[in-house]
């Protein structure tokens, strides 16, 4: 059974530009989650979808958006990015069909540099 | 609100030695509580996973914990050290319900084993 899979793994932006990363999660799970990682903050929850509908979501600016489609599969988008936001972006997976205590399982991770 | 504090930035212990990782939580309520480690340039895997069953919990390549309410403690333990266990771990809580997914992480311990 494949795991959860990001691409690209690696990137380089320019500040002001767009990112798009994508994630397909483990077969059968419809939640996927995103989280941020850096030296600084360490890991943030950016927000979760599930069946197409985003569930929840964390304390980031609006420039961090999110979508899913009916396959599961989900992309993050970061738009006019910041030195800042380079980071580790780690997507999860889960069956997603409990409130809590849900099995999360993450993928390798996109490690994005804003230059 | 809940969250997690990992007593150890860094553990240093010798190949063939026990390992303690501290983390205590707090919440409200009994939450689900978790244990991830991550590999240098890697993402993160699941070690183990408390939901309210038993207070002992066993988890892969030997690692177990035990949830103690009285003390807000989820105690990360490795009987003896291997060199492979180098690396980081994350205590990690996840709200006790409508938290779906929205996983909160300690800072972490970066363990080192030498030989």
């Known amino acids: 059974k494949a795991g959860v899979t990001q691409t690209p793994r690696y990137l380089i932006k320019t500040r002001g530009q767009q990112v798009t990363l994508s994630c397909s999660p483990i077969?059968?799970?419809?939640?996927v989650s995103w989280y941020q990682q850096t030296p600084g903050q360490g890991l943030q929850f950016l927000f979760e979808?599930?069946?197409?509908?985003?569930?929840n979501k964390g304390n980031f600016p609006g420039r961090f958006s999110g979508r899913q489609f009916s396959n599961s599969r989900s992309e993050m988008n970061v738009s006019t990015l910041e030195l800042g936001d380079s980071a580790l972006y780690l997507c999860?997976?889960?069956?997603?069909?409990?409130?809590?205590?849900?099995?999360?399982?993450f993928g390798e991770g996109s490690w994005l540099t804003v230059v | 609100a809940q969250s997690v504090t990992q007593l150890d930035s860094h553990v240093s212990v010798s190949e063939g030695t026990p390992v303690l990782l501290r983390c205590n939580y707090s919440?409200?309520?009994?939450?689900?509580l978790f244990w991830y480690v991550q590999h240098p340039n890697k993402g993160l895997q699941l070690l183990l996973k408390?939901?309210?069953?038993?207070?002992l919990v066993k988890g892969i390549n030997g690692f177990e914990a035990e949830f103690k309410k009285s003390e807000t403690s989820f105690h990360l333990t490795k009987p003896s050290a291997h060199m492979s266990d180098a690396a980081e771990y994350f205590c990690?809580?996840?709200?006790?319900?409508?938290?779906?997914?929205?996983?909160?992480f300690g800072a972490g311990t970066r363990l080192a084993v030498h030989p």
């Open positions: 919440s409200s309520y009994s939450p689900s």
């Open positions: 408390y939901t309210s069953a038993a207070t």
């Open positions: 077969s059968g799970h419809r939640s």
């Open positions: 979808y599930f069946s197409e509908t985003q569930r």
């Open positions: 990690v809580v996840s709200p006790p319900s409508g938290g779906y997914n929205k996983l909160i």
């Open positions: 999860a997976s889960s069956l997603g069909d409990s409130d809590s205590g849900n099995t999360i399982y």
